[in-house]
């Protein structure tokens, strides 16, 4: 008689199928989500460290030319510093805040005013050529231009609404006139803002530094405070903050000119006084911001509310300055 031998299987039930499976996609659903916000998180701290970088070059070189400004000391009239805010908003987009193009000129020592040293023979003519050129005029300072413009930096040309064949960026640029043309056409004049004209046309050609939309420099000016002494002959001083280039709503008409004898701010005139300090900020654009920017420019998306827009895609830098007293 032959053994029978029951047959016993052992397998998965349904419903046990059914837990594994509900158990498994939500592990899954998480893994992704926590791979979701990682991604987005590496984005914001990649954009952050690109926008710092760029705001560090602009404030860095911002602040030594204004470390080195250079006027003359004296009751002169001549003026040696403007600072103002343009009216023309150089074609940016109606659908967003745009700032208004900011300027500011002065004279400074600029430690960038010859052209490097090349092994090409023609450049090294150059830099002979550039290098006499500076030479042959009394001492070394130059005049230094700051702008903010929006314009393609590719093309060259200033934005235009609905143009889908220009990619304009919120642009700092900074020029640097040689001391030659400096002592010629710019040093010793009661209207320096008027002799810079011919240069504003150039201005366009020294780019710096690009995504930034917002520049904001505030003044402090040391004044005297009546009349001197009669005892000590000194005289008692006082200080006031004054914001001559400001890019937000409501900055226009803000003027800032300093000559010898006097300086004149906002339609306030501070006899024999003197800056102090200077307070640099700058707003720069992420690169998800000029993305956005760029689409509300072309018509593809409603453009957000400026509020929101400036606290999810902007990030703000400054630096206090200390400058030079008159020589």
């Known amino acids: 008689m032959k053994a029978q031998f029951s047959k016993i299987r052992h397998g998965f039930t349904l419903v046990e199928l059914i837990t594994a499976m509900a158990i498994t996609s939500i592990l899954v659903l998480a893994i992704m989500q926590l791979t979701n916000q990682g991604i987005a998180l590496w984005k914001v701290v990649q954009q952050d460290v690109s926008t710092a970088a760029s705001s560090r070059v602009a404030l860095q070189i911002m602040s030594r030319d204004m470390e080195s400004f250079q006027m003359a000391g004296g009751n002169n009239k001549y003026q040696w510093m403007y600072a103002k805010i343009n009216s023309d908003t150089s074609g940016a987009p109606k659908s967003l805040p745009i700032p208004k193009s900011a300027q500011c000129v002065f004279f400074a020592c600029a430690p960038d005013r010859n052209p490097s040293v090349s092994s090409s023979s ?94 904001s420099i505030i003044f402090t000016i040391q004044y005297p405070k009546g009349d001197a002494n ?20 409501g900055g226009s008409g803000r003027h800032l000119a300093v000559y010898g004898d006097r300086i004149e701010a906002n339609g306030q005139t501070y006899e024999n006084a003197r800056i102090q300090s200077a307070n640099l900020s700058i707003t720069v654009l992420t690169e998800e911001g000029v993305a956005l920017a760029e ?26 300055v200390a400058l030079p007293q008159p020589l």
């Open 295 to 320: 689409q509300v420019r072309r018509g593809r998306r409603r453009a957000p509310k400026p509020a929101d827009f400036f606290a999810r895609y902007t990030r703000s830098f400054s630096r206090l």
């Open 122 to 215: 023609s450049l090294r003519s150059n830099y002979r050529d550039a290098r006499a050129h500076n030479m042959e005029t009394q001492g070394d300072v130059n005049t230094i231009g700051y702008r903010l413009m929006y314009r393609d930096q590719i093309l060259n040309l200033p934005g235009r609404e609905g143009d889908e064949n220009t990619f304009p960026l919120f642009s700092l640029y900074r020029q640097v006139i040689s001391p030659r043309e400096t002592y010629e056409q710019l040093l010793g004049k009661e209207n320096m803002e008027q002799a810079y004209v011919p240069y504003e046309d150039k201005e366009e050609e020294n780019f710096l530094c690009e995504n930034i939309v917002e520049l």
């Open 230 to 249: 009669a005892k000590t002959g000194r005289a008692s001083y006082e200080t006031v903050t004054v914001p001559v280039i400001s890019s937000r709503k």
